[in-house]
């Protein structure tokens, strides 16, 4: 049997570690890449490898000329690799397996001996896929269609069935047919040409499991590749997280967003930076829900609360100011109103309860007020607010809103526009699912310009100056955190690619996963379903649970939940659903907080959840 890899690639986004070297040389503990994919390929029979090559070729010939191969191994030059793709490189190796099964390998794929086996074992037309669901638009998907198994970025998520990890397994027929495709489509993809042989060739799909395999497009894919299969772990891998957030924030994030990160080193007050801050504003205005130019925003280097702070500290003072609270992100707001003197007044309905409209509509009417701020999705409880009634009832009385949409922009349908806002704010690193370290203020524009004048109570979170910086002179006040800007961009697109319809979506199924479980399981939320976001659910422990030693132990298992805040401390924890996470994700956790409850259920430090309601 035959095999023939693609190792052509010249491996760009992997530039930062690689310099000069090719991806087939990376390391994996003692072997490189190649040197691993030949030693599996050699065990399952393979007895002749052809090596496509190009981006640094002759350090690739190089390199197996020193090494003592199990296998026979000859090379096939694209030389035109710069400018053609996967396809091109198939095709050149044709001649090499033409009347002969074969395989066929992306030379970046870093696999375990065991899915080898599975390769070697498979007959006939083979492809091989992890089922999951992908967010990214990265990822080679896989859908069937009768027989045909079709191969694609492109494929809708609701017809993906999981990603392509790069192996396929050929009959001399299929071979055949295959490699006239591809001599049609030289410029792309060899998956491509596959799609044009499904109707005539079926081929069998093979599942793999996740973590077993791994293809190293990106830094973080490969530093997770040294990881799982390198035999030297403690020595070869560096020492990052493997914890699953399931906590609001900050939240994980996708491949692409990290690996936005690496990018040139810029000057901020050159083009390159003016062109990215530009960008992202406006990527930004159509995730705040703005079609028109009635609304700009403002991007500030700190955590949500500077731009909260920027909102108040800079459109408060000489205002009289009302405040809706049901739980700690609501009592923050008058907190920060506090600090810098403005007259307010808090109305507060108490943790867990539900904004009453007609006693804000009783306060709004007669109270003199200039504005009112409320939280959207407030975090300690996991409870959406109503800001369309709020923002309807404040038109009515030509009173300016302003919201703190820092745990639901993204997750949730929020449209400024709509909801006749005056300022949102929010932050890069929950439902945007990017980094933290970037916060957002979006306004009307009239809005912005009427803060021209008043004397803000701080210098650098200055709302206008952040205003007359960014939307005149394209730039920042101070020096911002560049490279967040990138990942900010990356995830944006990602956003906006997805929509946020499908975001939203996606966001149920997970909570309705996680709820459908813990309704199973006899738990009770300290509020009504109806009114919870759709990225966090709080719950009460179970009566009579060692609370730490459960949270403890979920940790141990690199699950990140949140204990509750206030009035919920010690009797609720929180899940959240938010940013990169994927349904395994989710489930291996429901499965894990299983068994965590039963092991910590010990009668002596928990509480009643029912008592727990009754005194909140
Ligand atoms: C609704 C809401 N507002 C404000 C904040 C404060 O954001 P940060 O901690 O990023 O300053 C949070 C944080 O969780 C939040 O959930």
Not at 590 to 614: H, I, P, V, W
């Amino acid at each position: 049997m035959k095999a023939i890899i693609l190792a052509a690639g010249d491996g760009e986004r992997l530039a930062p570690i690689t310099q000069t070297l090719p991806k087939a040389l990376l390391p994996i503990g003692s072997e490189t890449v190649l040197s691993r994919q030949i030693r599996q390929l050699a065990a399952i029979g393979v007895t002749e490898i052809i090596l496509v090559i190009g981006y640094e070729g002759e350090a690739i010939r190089a390199h197996v000329a020193t090494a003592d191969l199990p296998c026979s191994l000859s090379f096939v030059e694209n030389r035109d690799f710069m400018t053609t793709s996967t396809a091109c490189s198939a095709w050149l190796a044709a001649e090499k397996v033409r009347g002969q099964a074969f395989y066929l390998l992306d030379g970046d794929v870093v696999a375990r001996d065991d899915v080898f086996a599975a390769f070697g074992a498979a007959a006939g037309n083979a492809l091989f896929y992890e089922p999951k669901s992908i967010s990214s638009p990265e990822e080679m998907k896989v859908a069937v269609q009768g027989e045909a198994v079709f191969l694609h970025k492109k494929i809708d998520n609701a017809r993906s069935l999981g990603e392509f990890v790069g192996v396929a397994r050929f009959s001399a027929e299929a071979g055949e047919s295959f490699f006239a495709a591809l001599a049609n489509r030289r410029n792309g993809y060899y998956e491509e040409a596959l799609n044009d042989i499904a109707a005539e060739h079926v081929f069998s799909l093979h599942e793999v499991e996740p973590d077993a395999w791994i293809e190293i497009d990106f830094v973080t894919d490969y530093l997770q590749a040294v990881r799982l299969f390198a035999e030297k772990r403690e020595a070869a891998a560096p020492a990052i997280s493997e914890q699953v957030l399931l906590c609001p924030g900050p939240v994980m994030v996708s491949k692409k967003v990290k690996s936005a990160l690496l990018h040139a080193d810029i000057g901020h007050r050159e083009t390159e930076f003016i062109e990215i801050l530009t960008r992202c504003r406006a990527k930004l205005n159509k995730a705040f829900g703005a079609q028109g130019n009635e609304y700009t925003n403002v991007i500030i280097t700190g955590s949500g609360t500077s731009a909260n702070e920027a909102l108040l500290s800079s459109y408060g003072p000489g205002r009289k100011l009302l405040f809706l609270s049901n739980g700690e992100f609501g009592d923050r707001l008058a907190d920060l109103a506090r600090c810098h003197g403005l007259t307010f007044r808090l109305l507060e309905f108490g943790w867990t309860n539900s904004i009453d409209l007609a006693k804000v509509e009783q306060e709004i009417a007669g109270g003199g007020y200039d504005a009112l701020m409320m939280v959207h999705h407030e975090t300690s409880t996991g409870m959406l607010n109503p800001i369309s009634e709020v923002g309807a009832l404040l038109a009515k009385h030509g009173v300016d809103f302003l919201v703190d949409s820092v745990s639901s922009l993204g997750a949730e349908r929020l449209s400024v526009e709509e909801a006749k806002i005056t300022f949102c704010t929010a932050s890069a690193n929950k439902a945007l699912a990017s980094l933290p370290g970037l916060a957002f203020v979006c306004g009307k524009r009239t809005a912005f310009e009427a803060l021209k004048g008043r004397k803000a109570h701080t210098r650098y979170l200055d709302l206008y100056r952040h205003y007359e910086f960014e939307e005149l002179r394209f730039q920042t006040p101070n020096t911002p955190a560049v490279s967040l800007f990138y990942a900010l961009e990356t995830a944006l697109d990602e956003l906006l690619h997805d929509t946020l319809e499908q975001r939203m979506c996606h966001y149920g199924q997970l909570s309705s996963l996680i709820r459908g479980r813990l309704r199973e399981l006899g738990m009770m939320f300290p509020i009504r379903e109806e009114e919870m976001s759709r990225v966090l659910t709080t719950v009460f422990y179970p009566e009579g649970l060692d609370v730490e030693g459960f949270h403890d132990w979920v940790k141990q298992h690199n699950y990140v939940i949140y204990r509750g805040k206030g009035p919920l401390l010690g009797r609720a924890f929180q899940i959240a659903n938010i940013g990169h996470v994927r349904e395994e994700h989710v489930r291996s956790f429901l499965d894990l907080m299983e068994r965590g409850l039963e092991r910590s259920r010990t009668g002596s430090r928990g509480r009643a959840a029912a008592a727990a309601a009754a005194t909140l």
